[in-house]
């Protein structure tokens, strides 16, 4: 992650049902939905503003941080979340056991 985003705090927005970083006034999200310590990460976006600084990339970072200090387990269906952890197989410990053979 950039050092730019450290310090800056995912928010688990429950109204919404969306995880969010708000950055030089815009909010980058991930839609999820919720059910008995599941979290299925659902579609991420990033303001056009924001592109090509990395913040989608730190979003779903924060996100999974978030996830795993809060013992959820995760079913990445939005294709950025799936690629991320493709190219991170360190999450797999948090994603749903039937789900990991996706990733083979």
């Not at 969010?20 to 999820?32: K, L, P, Q, S």
Request: charged share 30%; net charge negative.
């Amino acid at each position: 992650m950039r050092p730019e985003f450290e310090d800056i705090a995912v928010v688990k927005n429950t109204d919404l049902n969306r995880f969010e970083m708000t950055i030089d006034g815009y909010v980058a999200f991930i839609d999820y939905k919720e059910k008995d310590q599941v979290i299925a990460l659902i579609h991420t976006e990033s303001p056009v503003e924001l592109a090509g600084r990395g913040v989608a990339t730190a979003l779903i970072e924060k996100t999974l941080l978030y996830l795993e200090e809060n013992e959820y387990t995760l079913l990445p269906l939005c294709p950025l979340v799936f690629a991320y952890i493709k190219q991170n197989l360190r999450w797999l410990l948090i994603v749903r056991e039937d789900f990991r053979a996706k990733f083979d």
